[in-house]
C-alpha cells in the first residue's frame, strides 16, 4: 500500500551542538553542564567517548551538510552552543571565532537547499552560570537566557526562520534533582520543579521578545511528551497514568501552550512541600506569551499501574509514589536500547494536540532507532544495512501520515539523527544516524542503506507500507 506525503509535510533530521561539534577551537572557561559531567565522570561514559571529539562537526560540517544535499533533506536541526557563544556570560561578550562557525553553517545549509532551524539550549547550560547561580534555580539567569536569545535573534534572524528555546527542558534536572542519578547526584525535588518552573517562564519571556522585535519567522519549544498508557481500565492504574502525565507532561504542555499550569498540578506539589517559587506577575507572562508551535520528541510509551508497595515516608517526594512501571507482556522492542517500539503512539498524540491544544501547530522533531554493533551489518562495500531503522521509521512516519489524514496539524517528521552522534553515557554505543561515523582519528563519513531509503522518500513523497493481514 501507498501513501502520499504531503509536498509541504518535512522531511528533516536533528541534532545538536554538543553532540557533535566536539571541542576544538574551544576557549577555557566555556565548559557546558555536559563538557563538566563529562571531566567528572568520564567513567559512566561508554568506552570513555563524550562530547571532547564527538564528530567533529566544527570542523567537518561541510562533509555532513552535503550529504544533506545528496539526500535531499528539507530541514536541519541543531542548536547553538549557549556555553561557547560567549566569552562572558554575565556581560554577553561574543566569542566571534564561534558566532562565525554558526553563520557558516546556517549559509552552507541554506546554499544546499536545507533549511536551518535552531534550538537555543540542548543541555548546553554554561558550567559558570551553574557554579556562580546554581543554574536554573537562579532568576537571573532567566533573564541572562533572555538576553542571549535576543543577540541569536539579531545575528541569524534575516536567515533563520524557527527557533526553539530549548530541547527537552525537563531532562537535566530530573535525572539530576530528582532522580539523582547523573551528576553532581543532588537529590532536590523543590529544585526540580523551580528548574522547570524558570524554563518555562523563560520560553515565555523568549517568545515575549521575538514577537515585540516583530521577527520573521516563528518560536516554540521542543518538548518529550511520553505518551502514557495505563496497563488497565481499573480507576487505580488510570489514576496513576493520569498523574504521570501530570507530572511529567502537562508541567510543560499546558502553560506553554494554553498559558497556566494545571491546578491539580499546583494543589500536589503544594502538598508534598515542593511548590516552585514564583510570583503573579511571572503567571501573567506565561498566560500572554504562548509559544507559536511546538517540536513533539517521541521514542518510546510510557506504561505505568498503580503503586504496588506502600511509599517510603522516609525518603523525598518523588511523583513515582504515585505509579509503578508497568511492562507490557509481548512488546516490541530495540533491544541494544532498552526502549518499547510503539508506533501506535504518533497517532495518538497527534490526536490529543488536537483534541486538547487546540492543534496547535506541531512537528516531530526527534524519532529514531538507536542500535549497537552496527558495524556486524555492513556489506563488502563498508555501508551499513540497517534495514531495521527503515521499518522502524516506515512504521512511525505511517502512523503521523494516518494522523495528519484524520485532522492533525503535524507539519513533518524529523528523524533522530542524521550521523551517528553522542549521547549521554551511551556515547557511540548506540548508533541513530543516516549517516555512519567512523570513531577513527578522522571521523571518517559513509552514508547507511537508510540514507538511500530516505532520499527516495524525499523525493518520490511516497511511503511504501504492509497492509495487516490475517496470517
Same mark, same amino acid.
Given at each position: ?15 545538536s ?75 554577553c561578550?561574543?566569542?566571534? &571565532? ?6 557558516? +553553517? ?5 546554499? $544546499?537547499?536545507? !533549511?536551518?532551524? @535552531?534550538? %537555543? ?29 535576543e ?20 531532562v ?72 504521570? &502525565? ?6 510543560? +504542555? ?5 498559558? $497556566?499550569?494545571? !491546578?491539580?498540578? @499546583?494543589? %500536589? ?35 505505568v499501574?498503580?503503586?504496588r ?22 512488546r516490541?522492542?530495540?533491544k ?49 544495512q ?14 503521523? +501520515? ?8 503535524? !507539519? ?54 504492509e497492509?495487516?493481514t490475517?496470517?
Open positions: 500500500m501507498k501513501k502520499r506525503i504531503p509536498a509541504d509535510f518535512v522531511i528533516g533530521a536533528a541534532s551542538a554538543w553532540q557533535t561539534e566536539g571541542w576544538m577551537g574551544k576557549k577555557e572557561g566555556q565548559d557546558s553542564y555536559l563538557d563538566s559531567w563529562y571531566k567528572q565522570e568520564r567513567f559512566v561514559w561508554h568506552e570513555g567517548y563524550g562530547p571532547a571529539v564527538a564528530t567533529n562537526f566544527y570542523e567537518k560540517f561541510q562533509d555532513d551538510v552535503d550529504f544533506m544535499k545528496e539526500i535531499g533533506l528539507t530541514h536541519y536541526r541543531t542548536s547553538i552552543n549557549w556555553a561557547r557563544f560567549f566569552t562572558d556570560y554575565e556581560n561578550v561574543v566569542d566571534e &571565532d564561534y558566532a562565525q562557525h554558526i553563520d557558516d +553553517l546556517i549559509d552552507a545549509l541554506l546554499d $544546499a537547499g536545507v !533549511e536551518p532551524m @535552531l534550538c %537555543l539550549e540542548h543541555y548546553e547550560m554554561p558550567t559558570f552560570l551553574q557554579e556562580k547561580y546554581d543554574g536554573w534555580s537562579s532568576k537571573e539567569v532567566v533573564e541572562l537566557f533572555v538576553r542571549y536569545a543577540i541569536a535573534f539579531d545575528r541569524y534572524g534575516d536567515r533563520v526562520k524557527q527557533w526553539f528555546t530549548f530541547n527537552e527542558p525537563v537535566i534536572q530530573t535525572r539530576v534533582y530528582l532522580d539523582a542519578i547523573r551528576w553532581p547526584h543532588e537529590q532536590n525535588t523543590k529544585k526540580w520543579m523551580q528548574w522547570n518552573h524558570h524554563k518555562v517562564l523563560a520560553t515565555a519571556k523568549v517568545v515575549r521578545l521575538f514577537h515585540e522585535k516583530e521577527m520573521d519567522g516563528r518560536i516554540g519549544i521542543i518538548l518529550n511528551p511520553e505518551v502514557t498508557y495505563p496497563r488497565s481500565s481499573s480507576e487505580a492504574d488510570q489514576k496513576a497514568a493520569h498523574l504521570y &502525565d501530570l507530572f511529567f507532561n502537562r508541567v510543560y +504542555l499546558d502553560p506553554l501552550v494554553k498559558g $497556566a499550569y494545571p !491546578e491539580e498540578l @499546583l494543589e %500536589l506539589l503544594e502538598k508534598q512541600g515542593v511548590l516552585f517559587d514564583h510570583t503573579e506577575e511571572e503567571l501573567a507572562v506565561i498566560k500572554d506569551n504562548p509559544v507559536d508551535f511546538l517540536g513533539i520528541n517521541l521514542y518510546y510509551p510510557k506504561r499501574q498503580a503503586p508497595y506502600e511509599w517510603n515516608k522516609d525518603t523525598p517526594f518523588h511523583p513515582e509514589m504515585y505509579y509503578d512501571p508497568f511492562e507490557l507482556p509481548g516490541r522492542m530495540n541494544s536500547r532498552g526502549w518499547e517500539i510503539y508506533p501506535q503512539m504518533m497517532y495518538d498524540m497527534a490526536m490529543r494536540i488536537k483534541e486538547e491544544y487546540g492543534n496547535i501547530p506541531w512537528l516531530i522533531t526527534e524519532n529514531g532507532m538507536g542500535i549497537e554493533g552496527e558495524e556486524r551489518f555492513q556489506d563488502d562495500q563498508g555501508m551499513v540497517d534495514d531495521y531503522r527503515i521499518d522502524y521509521i516506515r512504521d512511525h512516519l505511517s502512523a503521523l +501520515l494516518d494522523a495528519v489524514e484524520d485532522g492533525s496539524s503535524c !507539519e513533518g517528521y524529523m528523524l533522530w539523527a542524521f550521523t551517528d552522534c553522542v549521547s549521554p553515557m551511551n556515547a557511540f554505543k548506540n548508533r541513530y544516524g543516516l549517516v555512519r561515523i567512523e570513531l577513527d582519528e578522522e571521523r571518517t563519513r559513509k552514508l547507511k542503506k537508510s540514507g538511500l531509503w530516505y532520499k527516495e522518500i524525499i523525493e518520490n513523497r511516497v511511503l511504501e507500507v497492509e495487516i490475517d496470517k
